[in-house]
């Protein structure tokens, strides 16, 4: 089978194209999948970096029959110098018709300049791909989340970035056994062009991969109450999360920043303090299986995404939620 | 030698405007299915794009000589006299109709224009524009110009290094701040960590009343109308139906919270227990 994905079957492969052990790659997977299905066309996975280590029992389950594997030393970032390298000089020798990316905050950076760099067209903010009447459909969010596109893709080869949080993963009816092929690039001629001088302190847990967030907004009032929020967070053993313009206000740490410009994060259960509910804070948090909504105002928009609702001053709501928690 | 600055602007439709329409339920899509018609929504210049050009004064208050050229597709649009009122040096119209271009063609122009003026050393842009929030359109450029790309700018530096400059910039990443430092020339993107923007000042506003809006033909660009066919095309536009199923819980402070824990536990979105305890039995029992 691998010997048949050459230029041949040039236009009619849908390729995942994943970072390293970034998030979100099975439900990526499971749309390549329906899309490749819907184009009639075979279906690969290509990996830049260090594989997950269940890379093979991964692309079984979703019935890729080859895992191309990239990994060059000088790798240091999925949008670098390098990363467009290796994944320009892999799409010269493999050819097709769509590239999936997950769109992190790298993937911004990498989708758009590998187009260029191979002539591919491009598109990001990805919610879905459909094949309508033979043609490639991307829905992607516009107006910060206000309204949906659907762009209509044309001949040759596209990069389409997706937002996998509003994303469901499922296995293949017929899973397959895949194999990994280690594909050599040459870029060692290729380093950094931008030095990176400072490092961000990344470390600590991260709210998008916190099954439970309490964000608060405006409604808090002062930076001093953003405690309140805190002392829930800590009591359902969850994380503090915050919307933009508190982040922007200093209340916040940015690391804390839901929505558009912030995170997007999609935990079991949001609840959303003081927050009105714009369109571009919601893309942050639409995807939460259970969103909780405090607002003083009973119009606010934010009711209209959430489960629950309780009408009052979040000053007096919070500490309320926490004394219940603890019992 | 002075700093060639190119800050790159699109007009937009106001997102706030649009927005609150949006939540109205009274966002008008026109009879092709995919524009927004209603004439009561303001056309600005993309606020990231606006800060694009803050950045620039910045970069001049902080003592660098540099020579301002804001650049725009389209024609007749305000955003460029607004550019001038702001006091930079050029505000410059490609002629060529916006909507008929997909980001490629955008960027392709673009390219063309900054080659023919003999490059620059800094290109500014926003990180993404407020309507399509695409936000590849500086990427592309960066491609095409062969120039590397920093994105979502927090703040810029520029100092000069042996016979050309460096410019030092502090990102805003999902980790946190991260300091960059690369060699002009350079693309950078702006992010509204930068801070808000200036408004015209009176004289500046006069000021660009005499100020000549420089138009540059698509054509004289070299760029061949065979290249700027767009590949990706918009075919619809709708507004997201919300299917509002808000259970409100009544009572009091305390009446409400504790309603509402009972009902995430029964759910089992909670666990059934007080969560630190559980994390402490645990804890201790391993």
Known sequence: ?327 | MSLRIIVCAKEVLDPDAVNNYALEGKLVIGDDGKSLTQSSIPRLMNAYDEQAIEAALRIREAGTACTITVVSIGEGQDILKHAASLGIDEPVAIQADPATLDHHGVAKLLAAFVQSRGGADLVLCGRQASDDDQGVVPALLAEHLGLPVVTIARSVDVTSAGDGFGVRVVRVTPDGDETVAVAAPAIVTISNELGQARYPTMAGRMAARKKKITTVAAADLGVAADGLRPRVTLAKQFVPTVKSACEVIPGTADEAAAALIARLRAEQVLRNEPEPARARSKDSGA
């Open chain 1, 1 to 327: 089978m691998a010997n048949e994905m050459t230029s041949a079957s040039s236009q009619s492969r849908v390729v995942v194209c994943s970072w390293g052990t970034s998030g979100g790659v099975e439900e990526l997977l499971t749309l390549g999948r329906s899309v490749a299905n819907g184009l009639g066309a075979t279906f690969g996975w290509v990996v830049l970096g260090p594989a997950p280590h269940d890379v093979t029992e991964i692309a079984s389950r979703h019935d890729v029959p080859i895992v191309d594997h990239l990994e060059e030393p000088n790798l240091q970032s999925f949008g670098g110098d390098v990363a467009v390298a290796a994944l320009a000089a892999y799409a010269r020798e493999h050819e097709f018709r769509v590239l999936l990316v997950p769109q992190t905050f790298d993937a911004r950076v990498l989708a758009p300049r590998l187009a260029a760099r191979i002539d591919a067209g491009v598109v990001m903010n990805g919610l879905g791909v459909a094949i309508e009447g033979g043609k490639i459909a991307v829905t992607a969010s516009a107006f910060g989340g206000d309204t949906r596109v659907v762009y209509e893709l044309g001949e040759g080869r596209f990069i389409v970035g997706v937002s996998t949080a509003s994303l469901g993963a499922e296995a293949a009816q017929k899973p397959a056994s895949a194999i990994i092929r280690h594909c050599p690039v040459d870029v060692a001629s290729v380093s950094e062009r931008v030095q990176v001088v400072t490092r961000s302190e990344a470390g600590g847990p991260r709210i998008e991969e916190a099954d439970i967030l309490v964000a608060g907004g405006r409604g808090l009032g002062d930076k001093a109450n953003y405690r309140l929020v805190e002392e829930l967070a800590a009591a359902l053993g969850g994380m503090a999360a915050a919307s933009r313009p508190i982040v922007d206000e200093g209340w916040a740490e940015p690391a804390r920043q839901v929505g558009l410009t912030g995170k997007i994060t999609r935990p079991q259960l949001y609840i959303a303090a003081g927050i009105s509910g714009a369109s571009q804070h919601m893309v942050g948090c639409a995807a939460a299986k259970t969103l909780v909504a405090i607002n003083r105002d009973p119009d606010a928009a934010i009711f209209r995404y959430a489960r629950y609702g309780i009408v009052g001053d979040c000053l007096e709501i919070l500490p309320a939620l926490t004394r219940a928690v603890k019992g």
